[in-house]
């Protein structure tokens, strides 16, 4: 499987938000393609501290993630790679793609001196859970969120 990562581009956009909202967890809160995610996108790649990757299988995107370090002063001052928005085709999940992302989102990491990597998960998402574990991710704390 001719698998390649790179960082998206404005090109890949909509095809991203697609992937994203491709299930019923991440549907309703991800909407339709247009300007907030146009916004989104322009914020992520400005940032030098944020990546957002593709896998792509023969020239067409068929997975996404994005990655972002966080300095720290915390844990002797240890960097931390957060991996948000995993997703792969839903008719190619299953083929060790999910796993070749993950590993490329770890590889990130370790280049940019980071020593610990998080990630958060619907807690619907027992499939996700599952694979993560099976990448061993330990599930450490309980997460808490609070719309602004």
């Known amino acids: 499987m001719d698998l390649n990562f790179r960082e998206a581009k ?16 991440a549907a309703r809160r ?17 940032s030098p501290d944020n ?5 792509e299988l023969d020239g067409a995107v068929i997975g996404v993630m994005q990655l972002t370090f966080i300095p720290g002063i915390s844990r002797n001052g240890a960097s931390r790679l957060l991996v948000e928005a995993v997703r792969v085709e839903s008719e190619l999940r299953g083929q060790g793609i999910g796993r070749r992302l993950m590993e490329h989102a770890h590889e990130r990491g370790r ?9 958060t998960s619907d807690k619907r998402r027992t499939d996700a859970h599952r694979f993560y574990r ?15």
Do not use: M
């Open 111 to 119: 280049a940019r001196g980071c020593t610990l990597a998080e990630l």
């Open 134 to 148: 099976s990448l061993g991710y330990e599930q450490s704390h309980e997460g808490f969120k609070l719309p602004l």
């Open 51 to 55: 990546e957002l990757i593709v896998a």
């Open 10 to 25: 404005r090109d890949d956009l909509e095809r991203i938000v697609e992937l994203i909202a491709n299930d019923a967890v």
């Open 30 to 46: 991800t909407g339709s393609y247009g300007e907030p995610h146009i916004r989104g996108f322009e914020a992520v790649a400005a």
